[in-house]
């Protein structure tokens, strides 16, 4: 038997309001490839985190053990030391450096007072033969493809004398040579003694390179799978990865009538705002009638909000081109503020990034969409502003000591619900929920839920995107499949499985 | 105890200001509190009360300042002086024409700023080159002074003394009544906040809040009226202050300001215009800047082509010593004139002390460090809470 590089023993990590990681185990044997797989939110990323020292030891419960010794790293200058590298899935190059620059950067040949750009350059141009990659190591980073960065990542690794390297959807944003390329590559590296933990999405990928597999689902260790003795098929994966089971995480909702259709798109085209010619949202076309909840599932990068957000007056991206109708009517909204007035709204994913004022209070965010309906001539009415917010912090029970109090300061389930409330008070028809339920604890999750069935009992109609299957399942009447800039499915309330979907994500990767 | 800790925390900028004005009165042997000298703090800096108010908008939208205000109010002031002196045209069109100029000038850099996002400091870092020039050019290096009498008691003369005795019994009356007024503005309010079943403060706490304002106005306006009276500057920098605390404070433009400053994503999201909010602070930091440049050339009696130099630099100091967030999005009108303040009682009574002059230079720089430290600080320190 092989000897165990890492292991990792009970690690739990809590973030305010949820536990990320509950009594992770992870076991590693040298030279092996493992893999790392779960939905969105499992808990993989995080995991990978707390082994490099992201997290610092003493924010999180339980042991590592690398190279049969306790690691307590305090950032990620301890763990790489060690030769823990990791690869993040987004690149962390600096685009106007060369090659050369960025494999160093941090670690520069010579000495403080003076690089040794010599050595440097020899270097890295021998590293970058290592990962076959023909270019010169001079070359600035901006000047190649996604493909070719990834494999500067690696490089950089090597030039670190990685002896564990973790790579976090190495080949997300790859085309499928590139794609296999890399993955052999791995497999090249292993024989030479490599051991890798890689995380992934792409099942064939996983099947392909994988030695061990691991399957995380929501912060906790389901199954560790052996590639080598167990023919192991996709379909086994995906139960491990979705199996769980629906109790009464999702509160009845009374029978409503689904009447008219309110939002229709059709063959909607949307392009990255800076990366031009690429197609973020590929000919979509999709519908809501009132009374509805419809979800759309899908991975990270589907373009899920990117479509979201081109709907919402055209708030991302660049040439859109597509039909969509209100209320069977066609409608041009060139901004959000357009949008709103139609009564179409978009509630953002990220509540803190762009949804909410953190350093102004409930009040002022509860109204900031719809200003006009507290002020005569531009004047606030403080008294009705204050009546409006206090009104909507009680119907969906934020919990804070005044409406006086600042957003920053709130839970994030609370933060939530003020983000909600500031979209429900702009009057709307159509609303966009961005996963509503992200990072929150399981008490508020419920509590928006309920709030979800209010608003399409009121005759409401409700998008919503979410990375959380079971959620879309126990909330939505019906749901889009989007992957890869497409939608590539739709399915009604009665006919939805986990399987299904997440079977039909799979089925359309780039990679299968 | 925690209560205590909590309005010191609230007021700190307040507190500091009571402290260095007691230091230096007992430092001066009382002379700073003299009226005339108190007379003097006020049309000393008039200017840095305008401009920075101005100048809090800019930073509200998100830490944007304006280095060019001290070059406009020179060229501005230079316009007046050609205007007014040589040209000896009628004063209300000569003041009429530089607002507006003040105007284009706020809409060349808001248009800059806001619409191709040419970064504010580096537009305005331009501004100051160009505008300084093009007063040194009008005024081809020499200096304009001798303005006519009537333009100069718009701004330098005081409220009349109608009952001719030894204090300007009118400008006591003022103080007593605008006490007056604020007090019963602030119970109906609060009668009204109560009637409809707000909180409100503590009575006690109340009470006390107006007590403490009603005697610096009326001390203020004793000490005044046993000079030579009210200054109408005085009367300028009230209304331009009330205007702005009111606009910042209670009018939907004004809260896009704080929004915008506060997460600029969210406010677009939230259907807001961006781009008009911080081209319409741009526009109105020209604005303020004429205004101040027609305080100025009253006050100096002349155009000089080096006129404003580091205005801008006490405009943003007021800023940060009040409390504004150099990240944008907060910040109150009240704050920067506490903020102006203390910096004028820095100023006048490190003059009086006969300090020397480039010691002072240090102390202003220590000063500032020290309140926009304090204000990061502080704010780092809720977050981890």
Known sequence: MATILLEMKNITKRFPGVKALDNVNLQVEEGEIHALVGENGAGKSTLMNVLSGIYPHGSYEGEILYQNEECKFGEIRDSERKGIVIIHQELALVPYMTIGENMFLGNEQGSVARINWEDTYRKSNELLQTVGLRESSRTLIKDIGVGKQQLVEIAKALAKNVKLLILDEPTASLNEADSRKLLDLLLQFKKEGLTSII??????????????????????TIETLNNKTDVIGEERIIRGMVGRTMTDRFPKREDIQIKETSLEVKNWTVFHPTYSGRKVVDNVSLHIRKGEVVGIAGLMGAG??????????????????????????????????????????????????????????????????????????????????????????????????????????????????????????????????????????????????????????????????SSELPELLGMCDRIYIMNESKMVGEVSREEATQELIMGQILKTSKGA | MDKAKEILKKNTMIFALIIVTIFFAWQTGGTLLVPQNVTNLISQNGYVVILATGMLLCILTGGNIDLSIGSVVA?????????????????????????VVGLI??????????????????????????????????LNGMTISSFPSHYLNLFNSYVPDVFAGQMNILSLVIGILICIIYIIVQFVSRMNRKKKGYQVETLFAFVIKIIILSAVVI???????????????????????????????????????????????????????????????????????????????????????????????????????GGASAYGGIGTVPGVVIGAIFMGVLNNGMSIMGVDNNMQKVVKGTVLLAAVTFDVLSKKRSKTA
């Open chain 1, 199 to 220: 995380i992934s999405h792409k099942l064939n990928e996983i099947s392909y390179v994988a030695d061990k597999i691991t399957i995380l689902r929501d912060g906790a």
């Open chain 2, 75 to 99: 060229l501005v002031g230079a316009l007046a002086g050609t205007l007014i002196v040589n040209k000896g045209m009628n004063i209300w069109v000569s003041i009429i024409i530089c607002l």
């Open chain 2, 219 to 321: 001390a203020l306006s004793y000490s005044l009226a046993s000079h030579k009276g009210i200054p109408f500057i005085l009367i300028i920098l009230a209304v331009i202050v009330s205007i702005y605390a009111y606009f910042t404070t209670r009018t939907v433009p004004g809260r896009y300001l704080y929004a915008m400053g506060g997460n600029e994503k969210a406010a677009k999201l939230s259907g807001i215009n961006t781009n008009k909010v911080l081209f319409f602070a741009y526009l109105n930091m020209g604005f303020l800047s004429a205004v101040a440049a027609l305080v100025c050339v009253a006050r100096f009696n002349s155009a000089a082509p080096t006129a404003g130099t580091n205005y801008e630099l006490d405009a943003i100091g007021a800023c940060y010593i």
């Open chain 1, 304 to 465: 899920r909000t990117e479509l979201a957000l081109s709907i919402f007056g055209k708030s991302f991206g660049e040439n859109i081109t597509g039909t969509l109708l209100l209320h069977g009517k066609e409608a041009k909204l060139n901004n959000s503020r357009q949008a709103i007035d139609k009564g179409l709204v978009y509630i953002t994913e990220d509540r803190k990034g762009d949804g909410l004022v953190l350093t102004n209070p409930i009040r002022v965010n509860t109204t900031l969409a719809k200003m006009e309906k507290v002020s005569h001539h531009g004047v606030i009415d403080k008294q009705a502003e204050m009546t409006a917010a206090n009104d909507y912090a009680q119907r969906l029970r934020t919990k804070c000591t005044s409406t006086e109090q600042m957003v920053g300061n709130l839970s994030g389930g609370n933060q939530q619900k003020v983000l909600i409330s500031k979209w429900m008070f702009a009057d709307p028809e159509i609303m966009i929920l961005d996963e509503p339920t992200r990072g929150i604890d399981v008490g508020a999750k419920y509590e928006i839920y309920c709030i979800i069935n209010q608003l399409v009992k009121d005759g409401k109609s409700i998008l919503m995107i």
């Open chain 2, 105 to 138: 000038i706020g809409a060349i850099h808001g248009y800059w700023i806001a619409y191709l996002r040419i970064p504010a400091f580096i537009v305005t870092l331009a501004g100051m080159l160009l505008w300084r020039g093009v007063a040194l050019m009008i």
